[in-house]
């Protein structure tokens, strides 16, 4: 039986894309250590750094990065990790007016991070917690060409997106691991309101694998990592591009934003996939959740590979929409 089925959007040049996103912000302490410590064993770290994560946070940045209007939605304790996520954001040009401030400490993330780039992480997710169905106000919305969610629980998702695709946005979820593996039946509201479902292969698996194929009426774009991705219900594949990864945390959250942003700008959606598949690896050959790759960066990585062509077609809708956005603005009208 398929779920409730709703016609997916054909993206259109309006103006700049204007995306909102909602899920966990976090300050992420980063120790970069020879090797992973065993339990009950210390290693010596040979650099420490802290800058803000969260998917919410990765995604928003990579797509501020990309030269679209982003605006973040979640919370934030009344703290200096708050105020210090928070400029982070804005210095990477993410509007931030979504975020609220509260009593709770601002969600925290330790990354222990080898030399061959392999990662373990302990995350306290404190003012994240207050994601809630009613915890945003909907009005905020109005305006937008798309909504995405990164790990948020599965009732506020379905809340959110719903009334998400009720104000005409197009909408997309990534899940992650821990929302993944509560099952199908667990996220059926959620994706009776998305369009586009981001997963991974552990992802994928958890949520049923072929049945999600044969019952979701949404696209669901699949991560590969080293053997690229895919779009399962249209029967396409991308390679992967070959790099030296230093840090994947944040790769994927690249990856989704570059596919949002090739996907609302037309592109085929083979060309989605490759472009994204580029953000994510030029991501990974870079330390930090918040080094992804800017437009210009990205395009001349396409062009190095032999991708000029594409690169070329990107770079005009890129230009060609915020043409638009200028003449709208000229005329008084909004985007």
């Known amino acids: 039986m398929l779920w409730l089925r709703h016609d997916v959007k054909v993206p259109v040049l309006r103006g700049y894309l204007r995306f909102a996103v909602a899920g966990n912000l976090n300050l992420d302490l980063y120790f970069i250590v020879g090797r992973i410590p065993q339990p009950d064993e210390a290693v010596e770290a040979q650099q420490h750094f802290s800058r803000p994560g969260g998917a919410a946070c990765n995604v928003s940045a990579a797509l501020a990065k990309l030269g679209a209007r982003v605006r973040l939605f979640g919370f934030v304790g009344s703290d200096e990790a708050g105020r210090s996520v928070l400029e982070g954001l804005r210095g990477m040009g993410v509007d931030v007016s979504g975020v609220k401030a509260v009593d709770k400490p601002t969600g925290t993330v330790v990354v222990l991070l080898d030399k061959l780039g392999r990662r373990a992480m302990v995350a306290l997710r ?79 698996t958890a949520l049923g694998g072929d049945l999600l194929v044969e019952r979701f009426a949404g696209l669901i774009i699949l991560k590969r990592g080293e053997r690229g991705s895919e779009a399962p219900q249209a029967g396409l594949r991308a390679e992967a591009f070959r790099v030296e990864a230093v840090d994947t945390t944040g790769a994927g959250d690249s990856f989704d934003a570059a596919f949002l942003l090739c996907w609302k700008l037309g592109l085929p959606l083979e060309e989605c996939l490759l472009v994204a598949n580029a953000a994510g690896a030029l991501k990974a050959t870079r330390v930090g959740a918040y080094s992804s790759p800017t437009l210009s960066e990205l395009l001349a990585f396409l062009r190095e590979r032999g991708l000029g062509d594409l690169a070329q077609r990107l770079e005009t809708r890129h230009k060609a929409n915020n043409q638009v956005s200028g003449l709208l603005q000229g005329s008084g009208r909004t985007c």
């Open 126 to 204: 404190g003012a994240n917690l207050e994601l809630k169905p009613g915890s945003l106000s909907i009005e905020e919305l109005s305006g937008f060409d798309h909504l995405h969610l990164s790990s948020t629980n599965p009732d506020f998702s379905a809340w959110v997106l719903s009334e998400a695709k009720r104000l005409g946005l197009t909408t997309s979820y990534d899940p992650g691991l821990t929302v993944a593996e509560q099952g199908l039946g667990a996220l059926r509201g959620v994706l009776a309101s998305t369009d586009v479902l981001f997963l991974n292969e552990r992802e994928f």
